[in-house]
């Protein structure tokens, strides 16, 4: 796991070296908690950083995770120094997330973009909730393009057993609900986007207290509780499906309700899986009816 965005400012005389300027010339700010401050770094630290970590503190690691590296926007920097526009920080980052990859590792970031998709192999992320009724449903797209390629998973916190992360209950800008701990219909998103399903069995996590963002509460989960049972239940048909199709080309998606309630995908070796999003039973020709937010491979 490496975090390489933000820093400390150093000391002494040319303060500003290793950060990221504004078009005033000024550091940009980051992070605060009571007299510590972080300000973004420039690209070439953020490499150093990278190579450091991957040659030393992370070698011989199978995988490795860059948190927030792929997800967050592509920033200018007007260090006089270092001078970068958004397309030369797209390439900084790609040379990072290669670098990590050249001594055999899976690389993994925050985020699904096609803009650094070519560069690792697992990103994160998905609206769980797939209608919005007449304004609109959310098909798989990145899968149509990257299935036999790369990998789409969940954001860590938004495993199938999650009903406690502060995102669940809110809606973004773009009124697309996000969060965990809807197994039923997260599953229903596994199968049919053909991406492996999400369970934080046991362990400490943290959540943010609701609407104060700043003081934050951990919670455990273990292998008794509820709703791991209840997700490990939702979970074992996905992956066994998983097992066929994970690695093939996704051929084909339909619409088979015109409101997305009913989805269709089509795998490179015939596998077809149709889904239920609905709150109620729908029919579909040729299959009968689909219970309540389930999905059926053929």
Request: with cysteine.
């Amino acid at each position: 796991f490496i975090y390489l965005v933000d820093g400390a400012m150093p000391e002494g005389k040319d303060a500003f070296r290793d950060l990221r300027l504004d078009r005033d010339g000024k550091p940009i700010p980051a992070w605060r908690i009571r007299d510590a401050e972080w300000y973004e770094l420039g690209a070439g630290k953020s490499m150093a950083w990278a190579r450091d970590f991957l040659d030393h503190d992370h070698a011989g690691l199978d995988m490795v995770h860059f948190d927030v590296l792929a997800s967050r926007r592509l920033m200018e920097d007007w260090h006089p120094g270092h001078r970068l526009d958004s397309r030369g920080e797209r390439e900084n980052r790609g040379r990072i997330l290669a670098y990590a990859g050249t001594q055999n590792r899976i690389v993994s970031s925050e985020g699904f973009f096609d803009r650094l998709t070519p560069w690792y192999d697992l990103g994160n992320s998905k609206y769980p909730h797939a209608l919005g009724g007449d304004e609109y449903c959310v098909v798989p797209m990145t899968m149509l393009v990257y299935h036999d390629s790369a990998y789409h998973t969940w954001w860590e916190v938004h495993n199938y057993n999650n009903h406690h992360h502060f995102f669940q209950e809110r809606e973004l800008p773009n009124r697309f609900t996000v969060g965990g701990g809807w197994p039923r219909i997260q599953s229903c998103m596994d199968a049919l986007m053909g991406t492996p399903p999400d369970i934080y069995p046991f362990g400490r996590q943290y959540n943010f207290v609701p609407e104060n963002h700043p003081q934050v509460y951990c919670y455990r989960q273990t292998l008794d509780s509820p709703s791991v049972r209840e997700a490990i239940r939702y979970a074992r048909p996905v992956m066994a499906l998983n097992r066929g199709i994970g690695k093939l080309e996704m051929i084909e998606h339909r619409l088979l309700h015109p409101d997305g309630a009913v989805q269709e995908t089509v795998f490179a070796d015939g596998t077809r899986v149709t889904v239920n999003f609905a709150n109620v039973p729908m029919e579909v020709e040729g299959l009968g009816w689909l219970p309540v937010e389930s999905w059926k491979s053929s």
